[in-house]
């Protein structure tokens, strides 16, 4: 389908599994629904959720923006977030918009944390509905086991006491807390430590010159998923984020290819 100018949908809001005011945007369309999950304390204003929801839209394709609970436009504290609570409300929020099921598969796309939560989402849809619920996964400096392999022994020691995290925040004036119930809950969820049974095609995004997620976790990711149809793509000098002209652009064409 041609890309053809678009009215992008304004933000929604509706409750979530917890009672919280969770705030949205949903483009309708035709395919699997695509998800886009952003990273820690990030939120769908983000550029890369934006040019997603600008091609979906363009393209006729249904996509999903969404805020977690206690970031961007929804309700709640970030002191209470966790992979757990944040995975039941994606969940809700996929259901809210008519997909998850056979009929109507997702796509999940998951940057850094998120990529960490797509995994555990498409668990979840999996032992709920089965394979063809999931019609695929694109991660961006997918993080999962972060806590595992992202702190060293006395930080980890630290959140265990039950104390805050903070460290150095290289993009913005604040620094990065981590919380102890976000770790604990955390140290629930790993999942690189055995088979990962998602047969999905899947495509892994890296930069080579991320600073803060090792390109080396999507090659361990690519291992541990059980499907054929998994890719690695390392840009050699991209960061972090992948949020440059081209990042954006190798992001859309991979989108692309997965739903054709």
Known sequence: MSETAATLPEISRCPGP??????????????????????????MAGSKAEAVLQWAAGH?????????????????????????????????????????????????????????LMLLVARALIEAKGDAVLAGMVGIAAAPDFTRWGYDEEQRALLASGRV?????????????THPGFFADAEAQLLL????????PTRLLHGQRDADVPWEISIRLAERLTGGNVRVLLVKDGDHRLSREQDIKLLLSTLQELLH
Not at 31 to 41: E, K, R, T
Request: hydrophobic share 40%; charged share 15%.
């Open 193 to 200: 430590d055995e088979p990962l049974a998602i047969a999905a």
């Open 60 to 116: 006729g394709r249904g996509c999903l923006l969404l805020d977690y609970s206690g970031c961007g436009n929804s309700a709640g504290r970030f002191a209470d977030g966790t992979l757990s609570r944040w995975r039941d409300e994606v969940l809700h929020l996929i259901g809210q918009a008519g997909a998850g099921t056979a009929e109507r598969p997702v796509l999940l796309i998951g940057s850094s944390m998120g990529g960490w």
């Open 165 to 177: 995290l903070y460290e150095d925040n290289p993009y913005g004036p604040e620094p990065t807390p």
């Open 18 to 43: 917890g009672g919280l005011t969770l705030a949205f945007r949903h483009a309708e369309g035709v395919g699997p629904l695509i998800v886009f999950l952003p990273g820690y304390m990030s939120d």
